[in-house]
């Protein structure tokens, strides 16, 4: 009998199947073991039933550790409180091998230890999700090109030129001769989209950013799609268009991971309503607390949130004295015990998040006052300024001295380039970089000179505005800034899956 997988199980309701797969938990009592078997597309508890199974299988049932491999016959059987809604009644089973001492167990680990264990912690059930909405983005974003006529193109991974400033590049050796790990497509994308009109890139870049953050990684993908005729206008419907495609396409398919990951998806409804679109110079004064919304500034919002987040700490920490003073009075039964436990330390849980929140809005609150016009955004003037609308905002236009050569200026504002940056909301800050490209070679060669870029290495780049000039336009998204995003992680560790990023490790 061929085996099925979780993710079909529907279509086999009240049939004996056959599945394959790992042990991820187990409970047992004198007659019936309880196994959640995974399979890699689902979770589904499966019952041996010693009365259906007899003692032969129902005692390999028992001796079943996490993360043994084996394989059960059995019935599907719907069940609306399961996870997934399916169980199944086990009629026989067989083992492939059984794991020992399996590091990761059920208790909480340490970030470190689950990094070390980064090819084991793949298995459980977070990482899983994150990782399906990682592939429903990635199918997602070739969809929406490649429907709309995009043709994909591979960029170099050796190149010989800085587009994205010189300070994070790798340098590396190629046959003598010094050579980089690519920062981005762009240049190349250029050269393909006067070739073939409408092309995107989707491949790794390298960044050796010198800090720890939760937003960095030295190696993570990047989508580039780059639009012969297209200028900052039209460059922004299309980011709009594309990360409202994309959005969808997760909330329309990935309901139990973001189930799993217990996300709650209020801000990525929104996505679908139009973006906010706002020049640089109102962001900052945004920013600063110049200008309000809803009759509230950044400053006034930010200090409002720190009030709430300490009110909130010190109801909880009321819940937990009062409930202490309760499980002391000897008047509760065992399992009122047991019930209150559990509440102090889910309460105790909550605080810690809290009180790392408070950390942060004093920090939020200090680089808003101090941010200085002209500059250009961190992470916290992000979060300040996301943080005031919670929708996505695309700030244009900025100073062109913050932006990269390549960007345009607007000749209708003198001094500020058509870049645009696609800003999420809930903290995540930039996830799209993008504009309207220069198409004048004497400002281009001019700003080469100004980042001190060697001109020799971007003569063929000068080429594409020396034969068949046209304004064109494109943008980049991080791949893995988006996954943290739309899955609503602390940290970018979590949306690759061997990360590489600064002070942290090559192995796994
Ligand atoms: O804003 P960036 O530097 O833009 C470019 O590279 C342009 N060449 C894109 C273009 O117009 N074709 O990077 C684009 C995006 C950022 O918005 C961010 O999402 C992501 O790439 N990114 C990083 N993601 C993770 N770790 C890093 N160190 C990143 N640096 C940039
Ligand atoms: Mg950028």
Known sequence: M????????????????????????????????????RDGTGFVQCIVDINTVGEEVFEMAKKLTQESSFTVTGTVRKDDKQFGGYEIQVTALTIYSLAVDYPITPKEHGTGFLMDNRHLW?????????????????????????????????????TGNASEGTTTLFETDFYGQPAYLSQSGQLYGEAMAFAQGLIYTFGPTFRAEQSKTRRHLSEFWMIEPEMAFY???????LIEQFVQH???????????????LERDTKFLDRVKEPFIRMKYEVAVDHIQGLKAVDGKTSIQMLEDDLKNIQDEISSKQKDIEEREVKMA?????????????????????????????????????????????GEDFGGSDETVLTRMFGQPIMVYN???????????????????AKGVDLLAPEGYGEVVGGGERETDINKLIGKIEEHKLPMDVFEW???????????????????????????????????????RAFGGRLMP
């Open 2 to 37: 061929a085996h099925t997988y979780i993710k079909e199980l529907e279509k086999h309701d009240g049939h004996e199947v056959v599945l394959k797969g790992w042990l991820a938990q187990k409970r047992d009592s004198k007659a019936i073991v309880f196994l959640v078997l």
């Open 122 to 158: 793949l298995r459980s059930k977070r990482q899983w999700a994150i990782m399906r909405v990682r592939n429903t983005i990635i199918y997602s974003i070739h969809k929406f090109f490649q429907e709309r006529g995009f043709m994909q193109m591979d960029a170099p991974i050796f």
């Open 231 to 237: 200028d900052l206008a039209m460059d922004m419907d």
């Open 246 to 260: 994309v959005v969808g396409e997760v909330l329309d398919s990935c309901k139990i991971e973001l189930k799993v």
């Open 329 to 373: 009075s000897g008047a509760l039964t065992k399992g009122e015990k047991n019930f209150n436990q559990n509440k102090i330390d889910q309460l105790k849980n909550d605080i810690k998040d809290l009180e790392e929140k408070a950390t942060n809005i004093p920090q939020w609150l200090n680089s808003a006052k101090n941010f200085k016009r």
């Open 398 to 416: 900025w100073p062109r001295e913050v932006k990269a050569f390549y960007m345009k200026e607007d000749e209708t504002d003198l001094g500020y």
């Open 461 to 499: 780049y000068l080429d594409l505005r020396r034969y068949g000039n046209i304004p064109h336009s494109g943008f980049g998204l991080g791949l893995e800034r988006l996954v943290a995003w739309i899955c609503g992680l602390q940290h970018i560790r979590e949306t690759i899956p061997f990360p």
